[in-house]
T-cell receptor, first 113, second 108 residues
Framework: KAGVTQTPRYLIKTRGQQVTLSCSPI?????VSWYQQTPGQGLQFLFE???????NKGNFPGRFSGRQFSNSRSEMNVSTLELGDSALYLC????????????FGQGTRLTVV | EDQVTQSPEALRLQEGESSSLNCSYT??????LFWYRQDPGKGPEFLFT???AGEEKEKERLKATLTKKESFLHITAPKPEDSATYLC?????????FGTGTSLTVIP
């Protein structure tokens, strides 16, 4: 059974640009969550999508957005990049979300210069 | 305020030297507590879920326990391959709260 796939693995962007990250969940999983991981803050929840609807959202500015498609694949977009957005972005999939086990992808390492 | 705190931040053990990692939480309405292992440059790997106080789960050299206010991850006779960052997470109604992790180094 294939795991969670995130693409690309690495990205370098310039301040002010925008970026789109992709996540393909485990087959059959309908919930996809996104997290930002930085050395100082640890893993911070961005948002969760379930059946193409955003179900929960963390405390991030509106520059961070996402969507989920009918095949459960999800994308995350960050507009007007700032240096502080440099981080490892992780997505996690689970069967129904909430308090069920979540399985993580390898992450996308975003560097903003 | 919902919060998850892990201690210690870093732990160095000799191979075979058992120890425990702590995860304390202040969330209302516990819905479970999750332990993950994360290797450098990789995503977290699921280890355990605990749902109620008194529950214990074991996997190889790891054993997780849960009380009403905290969870422990006991590592028995660790090996160098157990070196990693161990994360705990607690779901609330709206999101998962992760601790900042314990970085474990096991020295041969």
């Amino acid at each position: 059974k294939a795991g969670v796939t995130q693409t690309p693995r690495y990205l370098i962007k310039t301040r002010g640009q925008q970026v789109t990250l992709s996540c393909s969940p485990i087959s059959g999983h309908r919930s996809v969550s996104w997290y930002q991981q930085t050395p100082g803050q640890g893993l911070q929840f961005l948002f969760e999508y379930f059946s193409e609807t955003q179900r929960n959202k963390g405390n991030f500015p509106g520059r961070f957005s996402g969507r989920q498609f009918s095949n459960s694949r999800s994308e995350m977009n960050v507009s007007t990049l700032e240096l502080g957005d440099s981080a490892l972005y992780l997505c996690a999939s689970s069967f129904v979300g909430e308090n069920t086990e979540a399985f993580f992808g390898q992450g996308t390492r975003l560097t903003v210069v | 305020e919902d919060q998850v705190t892990q201690s210690p931040e870093a732990l160095r053990l000799q191979e075979g030297e058992s120890s425990s990692l702590n995860c304390s939480y202040t969330v209302s309405g516990l819905r479970g507590l999750f332990w993950y292992r994360q290797d450098p440059g990789k995503g977290p790997e699921f280890l355990f879920t605990l749902y109620s106080a008194g529950e214990e789960k074991e996997k190889e050299r790891l054993k997780a326990t849960l009380t009403k206010k905290e969870s422990f991850l006991h590592i028995t006779a660790p090996k160098p391959e157990d070196s990693a960052t161990y994360l705990c997470a607690v779901p609330t109604q709206n999101q998962f709260y992760f601790g900042t992790g314990t970085s474990l180094t096991v020295i041969p």
